[in-house]
């Protein structure tokens, strides 16, 4: 008899173990799509094909959009997976949303960069380079869904690996080789620091579970050296991936080294997946820790607001420009997680989204005029262009409005919104800087429409006067365009879609 029950102990214990691994395999399907993408590609770069780079790109866009299918239709059944290391939920689903979009858009607009000569070598088209894209996806996928500090280190080393590689894609380009290098030492460095501060916090609660581990510093005193060590590691190695300053160093000379495309991915995907990780860790799980970090935030936020903003004013480079404008704009991202809540939280969330789109739009533009090694690339090379392209200039006017904040564009609601959470909890002198800093902000980016419809046409204008508007960079204009007006003149359906996708439980 006994054997009888112990072989159905067995029998159930294998059927429990069976649907967990089914669930855990359902819930990261995306995840599961986007590796068999990844490697399709790397398998499709291999055969020689007249249209391989459309070929490739139609393989990325495809696997992408059923990745997000997929998403979308588990949406409605929050879970977690593989032992509560992976969670599907609205806060995990919004910011996949915002990495589909910006990685899609980055794919479409990769084919018309330099046009392809940056993508092709000895007349050969570097397929990998969408394969790494694609891995770079699942990275930051694998982070935002992560609820347990390894999975969260494995997620963040996949994207970092891919982004590096990319970052030096054009081998022939000096500034692509010292940009892949400068990022590769600026990651291994953070990397290092945040694993230090993971392994202090392990150390101190015995798990990596971040649920477990917000049990486990219930018991404990705040003001413990070592907790507070490690709390001050682990922020610092995250701000290292947003750019906050001091940790800024060779952010410009990175945005400026590596592809255009590249670039637009790293100030949209890579951020947003970074702010993702410090809003689960820090002001979801682990908001006890809140008394320890948040004056260290304040200071760095205002400094990077600070150090962005009047840096950008001298620069003469569109792209260095846009990194410091990508620094300042992390800045103002901060001065959520001062605000902390969920009007905190969704006020990040939001600005995040809108970034997306306005960030993609500016940058889809830059490698329109990018038709050689620099050319295109100096602030001038924009003179005039109202004159050629006036539906371009329009729409870099658009996108341009939205960064420096102007209404009705969606930057505006972004920064409105970071703002009223300021202001509701009490910060309002933080919430007075922030506004003096945006006025700064706002000449760098007025410069260049002046330049666009006062100055007479620049030489790159005159050389490349057919520029080359394909299907897929009018694709990515479009969406860029529509969702900058749309989540300014629609603000309220953004924000109700933002709501929606708030933790649960978010005090």
């Known amino acids: 008899m006994s054997d009888i029950a112990e072989k159905q102990t067995a029998a159930d214990l294998a059927t429990v173990d069976l649907t967990a691994i089914s669930q855990s395999v359902l819930a990261s399907g995306p995840e599961i799509i986007i590796i068999i993408g990844a490697c399709v590609a790397l398998m499709l770069s291999l055969v020689p094909h007249p249209r391989q780079n459309q070929l490739l790109a139609g393989v990325s866009v495809f696997m992408i959009l059923l990745a997000a299918c997929m998403s979308y239709a588990l949406s409605d059944f929050p879970q977690t997976a593989y032992a509560g290391m992976f969670v599907v939920d609205g806060f995990s689903t919004f910011f996949k949303v915002i990495l589909y979009l910006g990685t899609t858009l980055t794919v479409l607009m990769s084919g018309n960069y330099r046009p392809n000569n940056g993508l092709i070598k000895d007349g050969v088209f570097q397929g990998e380079y969408y394969a790494l894209l694609l891995f770079a996806l699942l990275g930051t996928m694998i982070m935002v869904s992560s609820t347990d500090l390894l999975l969260i280190y494995i997620g963040l080393e996949l994207q970092a690996l891919s982004i590096y590689v990319l970052t030096g894609f054009l081998k022939t380009d000096l500034r692509s080789n010292e940009a892949s290098l400068k990022y590769i030492i600026l990651g291994a460095f953070s990397s290092g620091i945040i694993l230090y501060g993971m392994s202090l916090f392990y150390g101190l609660t015995g798990t990596t579970n971040l649920n477990d581990m917000a049990v486990a510093l219930s018991t404990l005193d705040l003001s413990d050296p070592m907790l507070i060590l490690a709390t001050l590691f682990m922020l610092v190695g995250l701000l290292f991936k947003v750019g906050a300053v001091p940790f800024h160093m060779w952010v410009p000379d990175i945005y400026e080294g590596a592809p255009s495309p590249i670039t637009a991915y790293m100030s949209v995907a890579s951020k947003a997946a970074a702010f993702a990780v410090i809003m689960r860790i820090f002001m979801q799980d682990l908001s006890v820790l809140q008394p320890i970090w948040i004056l260290n935030i304040v200071g760095i936020a205002v400094l990077t607001m600070t150090l962005g903003s009047f840096v950008a004013l001298a620069q003469t480079n569109i792209k260095r420009m ?103 909890t009490g910060h309002v002198i933080l919430a007075v800087i922030a506004v003096l800093l945006s006025a700064v902000a706002a000449w760098f980016y007025i410069r260049i429409i002046m330049l666009m419809y006062v100055q007479p046409p620049a030489p790159v204008l005159t050389q490349a006067a057919e520029i080359q508007l394909t299907p897929s960079i009018r694709i990515v204009l479009l969406i860029a365009t529509i969702g900058t007006l749309l989540t300014g003149v629609l603000p309220a359906w953004f924000l109700g879609f933002v709501t929606n996708s708030m933790p649960l439980g978010l005090g």
């Open 322 to 424: 846009l990194a410091y404008s990508s620094i300042a704009h992390a800045g103002f991202l901060m001065l959520g997680l001062v605000a902390g809540g969920r009007d905190g939280m969704a006020s990040i969330m939001l600005y995040l989204l809108i970034y997306t789109f306005m960030t993609i739009g500016i940058f889809a533009v830059i490698i329109l005029l990018n038709k050689g090694v620099t050319l295109g690339e100096p602030i001038e090379d924009f003179s005039g262009l109202a004159k050629n392209h006036p539906g371009l200039a329009f729409m870099s006017l658009i996108f341009l409005f939205s960064l420096a904040g102007i209404p009705p564009t969606g930057g505006f609601f972004a920064k409105f919104y970071v703002l009223t959470a300021l202001i509701d």
